[in-house]
């Protein structure tokens, strides 16, 4: 068994994969189009992969999946599992029931099966009140009857004190011993309706991800890469065993973008930069923080608020296929792309559609090996007026984007990735540099092939209980079992990151300290 | 006048408080589901008009206090505020008749209209601040001698501890050491008077306002207006700046927090620099070294696409916003209360003047 990778990044125009060797050097790359089953897509890629590297399958010890699955599953409200959902908070909490702010489409799917018991804890870690063992045995056994598949516990202030969570576990496995149960505390951050709605999310996608595995784990058999390990890639840049994440399907939701960002730092081994990953449809525009994308507190899913890690980035509709109007000598580009028919309907294609690429490829900025494609028509039916006015708003655009990202008003290093980046000018009035690494158009699929295996916690305390050394450490020692969890090897796991928020307006000097471990991949 | 509030009201309500909460006064989220949750279990909110409060009625505000962090976790059970009216209902041995928002602004705008569903009280269209302000005492009810106590607080166990001091301040002090054993946040019922004081002091018609406000923005778009546009009409207010936030300084001190936004000048403002002074909420607009907004009228920072309210603490470099300053109401105006909320209140040597005149120079 040799140690070639591949990575996979499921985008919304197009599926990447990338071979890599030991040294993370791209042997082949290649893209497919991304068909709506995502399984389809990416099995097109992988087998276009394997006949242009021509390598031996037997050298490929692991595939390394960036996904779009769950959050498809969860936007088109299919294959969706029904939830018993528990909130452990009363005499607290009842003013506002679990789901109340869903949309209807949604709850639905998820069964709209919801309780709250009495429990729960205070920021100092005490009790509100005891666990209403009785309650919550009564409620899951008439959950079960209306049909439950999951379950999600979550409880007050368990980030301070998870007691109650871990003791519903127990008892919901006494009773339904066969059904998965998701604990909160392990799910999001403070913010109790925002980390119930991820623990519900959770909860329900568990299905999906299982038969995901499970047709991605056929797929490879057929292409013959039926011993190669399977990762997935999460959404704080780092990526987990299937063991892992079929236990938490949330944290792929939004992974290809951060597979992007940390692609943009493989491919230059800058830590700190901007970058901007230009796709057929949008652009995502992030943050390289030592390495790693720069988190937000807070990302809405399909309408529903959660508060999971994710990469904090300004999203614009401006992409390779962005289609070019002209009114009333106003030009804009953008949010309507023309996706992958870019080489039908582009002009350049012989197409009737003006889109951004036919604008930077009459500019004179861009060249496409493709000998389907022709510059000088673009050149000879776009009127040499609009071309200038497209291309300043597109870049406009972009500065506008990468402004909005930034913290300070300094010219920062820009990295351009994606299938679309080669739009792009050299120079950005808001960046020092600006970079198109070589592979720019595979950052995705070699963000998510190099991936290190990764877990992050975040836990609340009050340095009036304990020092700050013994909660770093405490915080640490979780994020490590995390880790080892998600697929690390031991013997290679280090602390990546430790974040020490303080919480205003309460007393005892509560902090919430945050902190990622990562490490490589066990052997096998 | 009376309207009975649907959940598309609150929505419109809540937004509408956050554009007069000028960029303090909390998340007005939690609340907002509070209400909606209320009528959807069939529960009514019904606001009237603050001229049909009868002379003898009893009238109390509601508000819930303390750490923010704590009311996004240990959400309310919607009782609390319940049990800390019982409890000052039962102090002076009468049923209160209305309840009241004593902030238009944040969070403390949409927890009376919970409490009065749950409780089967009326709200009056009043408040009494018609913004946000961050200290107990700065009501307008202050100014016309009424007294924060006898007050009364409680938790969601039912626990509730009534409150008679010699001030305002002592209250606020008191007050705040109480929330703390409550596990960080308070539910309280404040300031109870008479109808007559209630009409007397009150800031009229600030509920309907921040519906229309509300209303304003999120349908402009469904009648072809700009958002901005339709905000400044609903609001009576100026166009005071557009452009880019280029800096932002925070320090926090004596428990709030204070700083400056930088904004460097876009569209017809470009060359031009405005910079907004704010503690907790915003109090000061400079405009290329010229005051050209102040406490108590309102300094509101919205985006510029969308028209949504900003609150400082998501002032960030980059982004794109427009700054709307409104008139405060004229209550504030006055030499007592521009010795409670005017600039100089707040630490800032320079004289009110009134937005209306300021703006045109």
Known sequence: ?524 | MEIKLNKEDIKNLSLGAAVLGTGGGGDPYIGMLMAMQAIEKGKEITIVDVESVEDDAFVVAVAGMGAPVVMIEKIPSGKEAGFSLTSIERYFGKRADYVFSIEAGGLNSTIPLATAAEMGRLVPDGDGMGRAFPELQMVTFHLYGVRATPMSMADEKGNSVILDTVDNYWAEKIARAITVKFGGVAWISIYPMSGKDFKRAAVRGSLTKEIRIGEAIRDAKKHGKNPLDALLDATGGFLLFEGKIVDVIRRATGGFARGEATIEGLGDFRGSRLVIHFQNENLVAIRDGKVIASVPDLITVIERDTARPVTTERLKYGLRVAVIGIPCDPKWRTPEGLKVVGPRYFGYDIDYVPIEVAVRG
Not at chain 1, 39 to 66: C, H, P, W, Y
Not at chain 1, 226 to 245: K, L, V, W
Not at chain 1, 331 to 349: C, D, F, K, M, Q
């Open chain 1, 1 to 524: 068994m040799g140690g070639l990778r591949i990575g996979v990044d499921v985008g919304s125009t197009h599926t990447d994969s990338v071979l890599i060797d030991e040294r993370d050097s791209v042997i082949a790359a290649v893209k497919a189009r991304t068909t709506k089953d995502v399984t389809t897509g990416i099995m097109n890629s992988l087998r276009q992969l394997l006949e242009k590297s021509g390598v031996d399958t037997a050298d490929i010890s692991a595939v390394m999946f960036g996904t779009t699955h769950i959050l498809n599953a969860i936007v088109q409200r299919e294959g969706l599992m029904r939830v018993g959902v528990i909130r452990i908070g009363a005499p607290a909490t009842t003013a506002i029931e679990p789901m109340l702010d869903w949309p209807k489409d949604l709850r639905d799917a998820v069964g709209g099966l919801k309780t709250i018991v009495q429990g729960g804890h205070e920021y100092t870690g005490e009790e509100i009140a005891s666990l209403d063992e009785k309650g919550l045995r009564k409620a899951v056994t008439a959950f079960l009857e209306k049909g439950a598949e999951a379950f999600a516990v979550t409880s007050v202030f368990s980030i301070v004190n998870p007691d109650h969570e871990l003791r519903a576990k127990e008892i919901i496995r006494e009773i339904a011993p066969d059904k998965p149960v998701v604990l909160s505390h392990e799910i999001g951050s403070m913010g109790l309706l925002e980390r119930e709605n991820a623990t519900i999310l959770n909860a329900a996608t568990i299905g999906v991800m299982k038969r995901t595995v499970e047709s991605l784990r056929k797929g490879l058999e057929k292409l013959g890469l039926g011993e190669a390990r399977m990762f997935f890639a999460q959404n704080d840049g780092t990526t987990a065993s299937t063991d892992y994440i079929e236990k938490f399907p949330i944290f792929t939701v939004v992974a290809p973008i951060s597979n992007s960002i940390r692609g943009a730092y493989v491919l230059t081994g800058i830590k700190d930069a901007i970058v901007a990953d230009t796709g057929g449809t949008t652009t995502n525009v992030g943050v390289l923080n030592n390495g790693y994308p720069r988190e937000a507190l807070e990302i809405e899913i399909s309408g529903v608020r959660t508060n999971i890690r994710s990469p904090d980035i300004v999203a614009i509709g401006l992409g390779g296929g962005s289609v070019v109007k002209v009114e009333n000598g106003t030009v804009t580009v953008g949010p309507v792309s023309v996706g992958y028919r870019l080489i039908e309907e582009g002009v350049a294609w012989g197409g009737n559609t003006v889109t951004a690429t036919d604008i930077a490829l009459a500019k004179g900025v861009m060249r496409i090996d493709d000998p389907r494609c022709d510059p000088e028509r673009a050149r000879k039916l776009i009127p040499p007026g609009v071309v200038e006015k497209a291309y300043a708003v597109m870049v406009s655009m972009l500065e506008e984007a990468i402004d909005k990202v930034k913290t300070s008003p300094e010219p920062a290093t820009v990295i351009l990735v994606g299938g679309g980046s080669l739009m792009w000018p050299k120079k950005l009035s808001v960046a020092k540099e600006v970079i198109r690494p070589e592979h720019a158009q595979s950052a995705n699929a070699l963000g998510a092939a190099t991936a290190l295996i990764g877990g992050t916690v975040e836990k609340a305390f009050s340095y009036d209980h304990i020092t700050r050394a013994e909660a770093i450490k405490a915080a640490s020692e979780e994020a490590k079992t995390k880790a080892i969890a998600a697929g690390a090897d031991p013997s290679t796991i280090e602390i990546v990151e430790v974040e020490e928020i303080a919480l205003p307006y309460l007393p005892g000097n509560a902090v919430k300290i945050r902190v990622k471990a990562v490490g490589k991949m066990k052997p096998k």
